[in-house]
């Protein structure tokens, strides 16, 4: 009996530290101004695992310059719609993506060490990234709206 007691206040906390870590995170992210997708495909012969391993790599440089993963690497199954050639879309966040673009691009470990692994990877010439803007109102060419 006193067993399944421990088993259950175990299962409680860890659920509520998962939980609380989440939330945490979550909420990290979601109070950045500006969301970022970073729509990729790869090169001939590049693999997904290449592109996971790239992107784990990167992730503390990026982290220095205010640029966050709000989501793990998404596979690409399909684009139903458009013309965007994608294996793997990635979502960052940042409150000031002008800096941290100029953060990473000028990070001597992340010149040397990771973009001769983004080159090999990733194909740039098709690769699309849009830089989003989080906010109550849209600004429209008739004015502001409040979000639906």
């Known amino acids: 009996m006193k067993?399944?007691?421990?088993?259950?206040n175990l299962a409680g906390a860890a659920t509520l530290a998962i939980t609380a870590a989440t939330g945490a995170l979550a909420g990290d992210?979601?109070?950045k101004a500006f969301m970022v997708l970073d729509i990729l495909p790869l090169k001939?012969?590049?693999?997904?695992?290449q592109a996971y391993a790239y992107f784990k790599g990167v992730e503390p440089i990026f982290a220095k310059y205010d640029f966050q993963r709000s989501d793990s690497a998404?596979?690409?199954g399909a684009?139903?719609?458009?013309?965007?050639?994608?294996?793997v879309v990635n979502l960052w966040?940042?409150?000031?993506p002008d800096a941290a673009f100029k953060g990473i691009f000028s990070d001597e470990t992340?010149?040397?060490?990771?973009?001769?692994d983004r080159d090999a990877i990733f194909d740039?010439?098709?690769a699309t990234i849009i830089v989003t803007q989080r906010g109550q109102t849209i600004t429209t060419p008739n004015g502001k709206i409040n979000h639906p």
Not at 110 to 116: D, G, M, S, T
Request: no cysteine.
């Open 3 to 8: 067993f399944t007691k421990f088993l259950a």
């Open 29 to 31: 992210t979601d109070s």
């Open 44 to 49: 001939e012969g590049a693999t997904l695992e």
């Open 74 to 76: 998404l596979e690409v």
């Open 79 to 87: 684009v139903v719609r458009g013309d965007v050639t994608a294996n």
């Open 93 to 96: 966040v940042t409150d000031n």
């Open 110 to 116: 992340y010149l040397a060490e990771w973009v001769p």
């Open 124 to 126: 740039l010439e098709k």
